[in-house]
């Protein structure tokens, strides 16, 4: 297994401009979920899918993130506009029946 | 807010110590897991005690819990230079793993 792929690795963007992570979890991990990495604030729990279905959302900063999971397969997590402050590292996990995560390697976001 | 903290926030240890962290939460769970994460990596699963445990073995790891104190250590015997990386707790209560803030080891050869 590859486990979980995330795509971009690093990403630099200018402050307005959308951005979109990319997540695939491992096969047959009915769980997802997108933290943030901060040296401030650490680890924060974004959002959580649970056989696709958004579970909990009150870790989205605000409006400009949304995040989607179309199919078992995919996820994405969007930001716009972005701003300086979304600069960070962007992990997906996934695990199943909630049960030591798999992480993805990252995608570095750093907004100019 | 972050349910788990680490302690030491950062530990420097020569090759062949043992390395102890320790971590404090704060409401009741259902399991506690520890997460090694190496710089500009992601993290992984180094291994997970239950409520109902109180010491748990993988490899060169030692885990205890105590839910009465709400604390927990991880113990890694006779360290060795690759064991250099943060070392995370993490609890399950009812919503997603909440993290610790972490202690950054460095195992010095």
């Known amino acids: 297994d590859a486990g979980v792929i995330q795509s971009p690795r690093h990403e630099v963007t200018e402050m307005g401009q959308e951005v979109t992570l990319r997540c695939k979890p491992i096969?047959?991990?009915?769980?997802l979920f997108w933290y943030r990495q901060t040296m401030m604030r650490g680890l924060e729990l974004l959002i959580y899918?649970?056989?696709?279905?958004?579970?909990?959302d009150s870790g989205m900063p605000e409006d400009r993130f949304s995040a989607k999971m179309p199919n078992a397969s995919f996820s994405t997590l969007k930001i716009q506009p972005s701003e300086p402050r979304d600069s960070a590292v962007y992990f997906c996990?996934?695990?199943?029946?909630?049960?030591?995560?798999?992480f993805g390697s990252g995608t570095r976001l750093t907004v100019v | 807010s972050q349910q788990g903290e680490e302690d030491p926030q950062a530990l420097s240890i020569q090759e062949g110590e043992n390395a102890t962290m320790n971590c404090s939460y704060k409401?009741?769970?259902?399991?506690l897991q520890w997460y090694r994460q190496n710089s500009g990596r992601g993290l992984v699963h180094l291994i997970l005690?239950?409520?109902?445990?109180r010491e748990k073995h993988s490899g060169r790891l030692r885990v205890t819990l105590d839910t009465s104190k709400k604390s927990s250590s991880l113990l890694i015997t006779a360290s060795r230079a690759a064991d250099t990386a943060s070392y995370f707790c993490?609890?399950?209560?009812?919503?997603?793993?909440?993290f610790g803030s972490g202690t950054r080891l460095q195992v010095q050869p």
């Open positions: 996990a996934s695990s199943s029946m909630g049960v030591g995560y798999t």
């Open positions: 096969s047959g991990h009915n769980s």
């Open positions: 899918f649970n056989n696709n279905v958004p579970i909990d």
């Open positions: 409401t009741s769970i259902n399991n």
């Open positions: 005690i239950r409520s109902n445990e």
């Open positions: 993490a609890t399950d209560s009812r919503r997603a793993l909440t």
